[in-house]
């Protein structure tokens, strides 16, 4: 029942959530900031803080595991003890859970239930006071815990280790797609000055590209994915520039791809992957379309096969054939171009427009996530419908 072998996925494990690669595309600036914030930690061990924020699937969560990784690998080259603790608040959203998780670090037999949070955070100080080690805490989704918490939960866990026996200090890294600073009270906000902000922008075409390629190096066997696979890929996901979409979409195109026993992941897999997650495409969408738009949007679909984009030029000679085989007269250039650049409005296909040498532009056409396969059979169904209503009411 489950004994087939693997013929394109080498190592699932890479594509879990919790994983974190060794390299980081794109975010050196970033680990350069939290190396400058953290440095008073590392060198005169002081608590320092940190807040990351940034659009969802831009790297917030990764970059700060890696960078406590890293620095706790340096503490330990040092004989300095570091101790790292991963919150995510969406899971943990009161004051009683996140210190809960902090316990259970310490005691992985303390109970969940029957004490109050103050008996908890008093357990929690004996426990760094007892340990005697640099604690790191990452609260990620803060502002979900903001939004629901009565007291600041901030300000109570940065004033853990104020102790008259001095225990190692507790530093934060928040993480969070919004500013958190009206949330805060005073005491915390202060704690938190907008200098401790590292700011995370979306990815771009390329770093898409380079995140897909490389972690597909990781979880799958050699030459299962082509370079028009992880054009595809980055052209999935450059509208929303997630990393995480981009992976989710290469792990789901891998499946189908091994559900198809193929040998390898296609560009077909990658536009159905995309469908599965998000899909800007509806037969809603394609019902409203006029006959010649519908003629345009199969013509392109013909054309693209297993492509990850075409020429409009391809694309227009598949429209007259295309318009020949429907009986219906096919549009000039001007007005077929119209049909195209009304029907990426809509989110059905893209355009772009590249050098092709000698001081010349080439307009390319591509779908976002559909199948072209898919896609021509659903048009050439609603076209034959369309077609045949329009001939029976001319006969009456």
Known sequence: MFEKSSSI????????????????????????????????????????????????????????????????????????ALDIIYVNCR???????????????????????????????????????????????????VDVLLKKSTVDILYQITRLSDDSNKPAPVSLILISQQAIYGMMDEASASTFKRTTMVRFDRYSWDELRQIAKERAEE?????????????????????????????????????????????????????????????????????TLD???????????????????????????????VCEEYEVPARKHTQFWGYVQDLEKVGLVKTRVSSSGKGGRTTTVSLPDIPSKVLALKVAEMLDSELSERDDSDEM
């Not at 061990?45 to 990784?69: D, E, H, I, S, Y």
């Not at 696979?229 to 999935?236: F, N, T």
């Open 9 to 80: 996925i080498k190592d699932p494990s890479k594509f879990d959530y919790d994983y974190v690669p060794k390299n980081l595309v794109n975010r050196d600036g970033q680990m350069h900031d939290l190396e400058i914030l953290f440095r008073p930690l590392v060198e005169y061990n002081r608590a320092c803080n940190a807040f990351l924020m940034g659009p969802v699937g831009t790297g917030k969560t990764v970059t700060a595991k890696r960078f406590c990784q890293d620095m706790k690998d340096y503490c330990s080259d040092k004989g300095m």
């Open 91 to 141: 899971n943990n959203n009161s004051e009683s859970g996140v210190i809960f998780n902090l316990i259970r670090y310490f005691d992985k037999g303390y109970p969940e239930r029957g004490f109050s949070v103050e008996n908890m955070a008093r357990t929690l100080k004996n426990h760094l006071v007892k340990n005697k080690k640099s604690l790191v805490v990452i609260l990620d989704e």
């Open 291 to 321: 006959l010649n738009k519908k003629l345009t949007l199969l013509a392109i679909a013909r054309a693209m096969k297993q492509n990850v984009m075409i020429t409009i030029s391809a694309a227009e000679k598949t429209y007259a054939i």
């Open 219 to 287: 979880a799958l066997l050699p030459g299962r994915v082509s370079e028009d696979v992880l054009d595809q890929i980055a052209d999935s996901s450059e509208e929303f520039g997630d990393a995480r979409m981009a992976i989710e979409i290469l792990e789901r195109a891998a499946n189908l791809a091994e559900e198809d026993s193929a040998g390898e992941v296609t560009v077909e897999n990658i536009r159905a992957a995309k469908a599965g997650i998000y899909s800007v495409v509806s037969e809603s969408k394609i019902e």
